[in-house]
């Protein structure tokens, strides 16, 4: 134990050492009131990302989907300068990647190539995001190509479950929407009506600019000068958080014809930004670890049970499992938690797990990519990207009583959805609970 600890220290010292060097290097300035966000790279990588905020805030719920047509339109259906053929050829002379990709609170226009090739790439990315030519004949095949891949999500219980938890869950809020659409939303989008609404999106006061790489201030600023001259200021924008309470324990539940039961849950956790984040970030983890042992390796009720935090602007925890006996998972789900919340989380335990999450953030942050995108996150929902480079302190600081007592805070009444053979579940074990009732179906 004493040398897993040494360990642990000197991987915790180095990430420090990391995190202070970046964060000395690393600074925002405002061109044209756009913030704009560099992270020198030391290496010959250039990673840049432009944020359009709002994600699912930005459209209604029978336009689900549009967003993300409209940022796969960009490159795939080609600009006023170049067709689509023409502009991939053009950045695959040089191994170049330029692509956009949406999710719940924002989307992103992403540019990746080697330093000395930037002045080829550039103007290929600014033509992208400022002149999208959404020809009609690419459209439709990107339309059929999302429509494939949203029956194809459908058709996987693991997608399947997570996106019927969301449509329960978040229902009548933002959050219910799936950033991909429905087959029934997307098959009525045009290329006409896409377009129109990314150029309703693509204003200064939704942008932000990050890049990742060793390029002089001067350039930087200049070259995002001349990409905005074109973009209208457009009104104010905040992106929204919404705390999610829930006040009852509820079930709902789809029959299906599947080899195996899927149950998730969801209930409350701190939005971005709070003091609890960080606590209720470690808590979820420990409880992953926790969650996993009994469910699969001492009860054997599931061969991949998950717990996590999803930390977006309309934050949430969420546990997953599928098993053929469902009652009997609800029986040791209740009572972990009501262990956990009446003695609290070891203090090793704490310890163990802030190094370990520290070491793992650190070690998927080590591309430019990853960097600019923690960047991207830690700005647009936190407000605050230099928490990318101080989460190694913030996370030291914390103590064994605030992770018990954020675990304890959030985790409450749970919405709970299932998917599979109606006929092997009691919901009444979900709504009511198990614990100190007479009808807990796990003998101990």
Not at 147 to 163: E, L, T, Y
Not at 189 to 201: G, M, R
Not at 287 to 303: E, Q
């Amino acid at each position: 134990m004493r040398k897993y600890t040494y360990i642990l220290g000197i991987a915790l010292a180095i990430i420090t050492a990391k995190a202070a060097n970046a964060q000395d290097k690393a600074y925002e300035t405002t061109v044209d009131g756009v913030k704009v966000i560099v992270q020198p790279s030391g290496n010959d990588i250039v990673e840049i990302q432009t944020v359009i905020k709002g994600g699912v805030q930005n459209y209604p719920a029978d336009k689900a989907g549009i967003e993300s047509l409209a940022f796969s339109a960009l490159t795939e259906c080609g600009t006023l300068k170049h067709d689509k053929n023409e502009f991939k050829n053009q950045l695959d002379k040089v191994s170049a990647a330029v692509y956009g990709y949406t999710n719940k609170n924002y989307a992103v226009l992403r540019l990746n190539c080697i330093k000395g090739d930037f002045d080829k790439v550039w103007p290929l990315y600014v033509e992208a995001l400022t002149m999208p030519k959404f020809d009609a004949k690419e459209f439709a095949r990107i339309k059929e190509d999302a429509i494939s891949n949203i029956k194809q999500a459908d058709s996987q219980p693991d997608a399947a479950i997570d996106k019927y938890a969301d449509k329960v869950a978040f229902a009548g809020r933002d959050y219910a929407k799936d950033p991909a659409g429905t087959v029934e939303t997307v098959e009525k989008l045009t290329p006409e009506e896409t377009k129109a609404y990314y150029q309703s999106i693509l204003t200064r006061s939704r942008m932000l600019i990050v890049v990742v790489a060793d390029l002089d201030r001067s350039e930087i600023e200049s070259k995002v000068k001349a990409m905005l001259d074109g973009i209208k200021q457009g009104t104010p924008f905040t992106l929204k958080k919404s705390f999610f309470r829930v006040y009852k324990n509820s079930f709902s539940s789809e029959n299906r014809d599947l080899a195996t039961n899927y149950v998730e849950g969801v209930t409350s956790g701190p939005s971005p930004g709070t003091p609890d984040f960080n606590a209720f970030n470690v808590a979820m983890r420990i409880f992953a670890d926790r969650h996993f042992l009994d469910i699969r390796t001492n009860n054997g009720l599931s061969y991949a049970p998950q717990a996590w935090f999803s930390g977006g602007s309309t934050a949430s925890a969420r546990f997953s499992v599928s098993t053929t006996q469902p009652d009997k998972y609800i029986a040791v789900f209740d009572k972990l938690v009501d262990k956990i919340k009446r003695e609290g989380f070891r203090k090793d335990e704490v310890e163990d797990m802030k190094v370990t999450y520290l070491t793992g953030f650190y070690y998927k942050n080590e591309t430019n990519s990853a960097q600019a995108s923690s960047i991207v996150s830690n700005q647009v929902l936190h407000n605050d990207w230099k928490r990318s480079l101080t989460l190694v302190d913030d996370v030291k600081k914390l103590t064994p009583e605030q992770v018990s007592d954020a675990f304890r805070k959030y985790i409450g009444n749970i919405v709970w959805v299932y998917q599979g053979d109606t006929k092997k579940v009691n919901p009444l074990l979900y709504t009511n609970g198990t614990l100190n009732k007479g009808d807990n179906p796990v003998s101990h």
